[in-house]
């Protein structure tokens, strides 16, 4: 099936440890997000990539990098420099055009223990 | 930071009344503009997208978009209490290098029986 996958649903982590969260998609699209949703608020953009081998920063990208090696992933990680990373995590992916709608996966909750 | 304001709610309206949702945004040169829901846990869903001024109808929803006053919102017909749910406002962005999708915090609806 096509779609855009997410692993793992959820995710524990201890202070100061570095973690990776998954986004895989098969639907053939050029662009991908990220995305930081905290308890009662809305989506806040991480990074951004609309090709392979490039990203762009969105509003909260302190504490967080990114690779876009292959068109199908763009993995995020979350530093130990993210002081509050507890959090829903979401990655989306559109086509690189105007008028077409982002597709999201079913999310990571991560949590520092 | 491009804003995309939107009033948190709740807003509760009793089933099989009209259900009104709106979405403010800074961005003079936001082009394209999407309505989603997202259920408590869950991700976001697509519900509706408007790209030109004017009014979309799908179903019981109908998308409203007024480039003037930079506003755009949703409007949900008899409404049901399986529509109760957080609606996020989002638009799409044209930067140097590509496309930023921003999110307001969302409108949380009841619709009560």
């Known amino acids: 099936d096509g779609g855009i996958t997410q692993s793992p649903k959820y995710l524990f982590r201890k202070e100061g440890q570095n973690v990776t969260l998954s986004c895989e998609q098969n639907?053939?699209?050029?662009?991908m997000y990220w995305y930081r949703q905290d308890p009662g608020q809305g989506l806040r953009l991480i990074y951004y990539?609309?090709?392979?081998?490039?990203?762009q920063k969105g509003d909260i990208a302190e504490g967080y990098s990114v690779s876009r090696e292959k068109k199908e992933s763009f993995p995020l990680t979350v530093t130990s420099a993210q002081k509050n990373p507890t959090a829903f995590y979401l990655c989306?992916?559109?086509?690189?055009?105007?008028?077409?709608?982002?597709?999201f996966g079913q999310g990571t909750r991560l949590t520092v223990v | 930071q491009k804003e995309v304001e939107q009033n948190s709610g709740p807003l509760s309206v009793p089933e099989g009344a009209i259900a009104s949702l709106n979405c403010t945004y800074s961005?003079?040169?936001?082009?394209?503009f999407f309505w989603y829901r997202q259920y408590s846990g869950k991700s976001p869903e697509l519900i509706m997208s408007?790209?030109?001024?004017g009014d979309k109808e799908d179903g019981r929803f109908t998308a409203q978009l007024n480039k003037a006053s930079q506003y755009v919102s949703l409007l949900i017909r008899d409404s049901q209490p399986s529509d109760s749910a957080t609606y996020l406002c989002?638009?799409?962005?044209?930067?140097?290098?590509?496309?930023?999708?921003?999110f307001g915090k969302g409108t949380s609806l009841l619709v009560t029986p």
């Open positions: 990539s609309q090709i392979v081998n490039d990203f």
């Open positions: 989306a992916s559109k086509q690189n055009l105007q008028n077409t709608e982002a597709f």
């Open positions: 989002a638009v799409l962005v044209a930067e140097d290098s590509g496309y930023a999708l921003n």
């Open positions: 408007i790209y030109s001024n």
């Open positions: 961005d003079r040169v936001s082009q394209s």
């Open positions: 639907l053939n699209h050029d662009a």
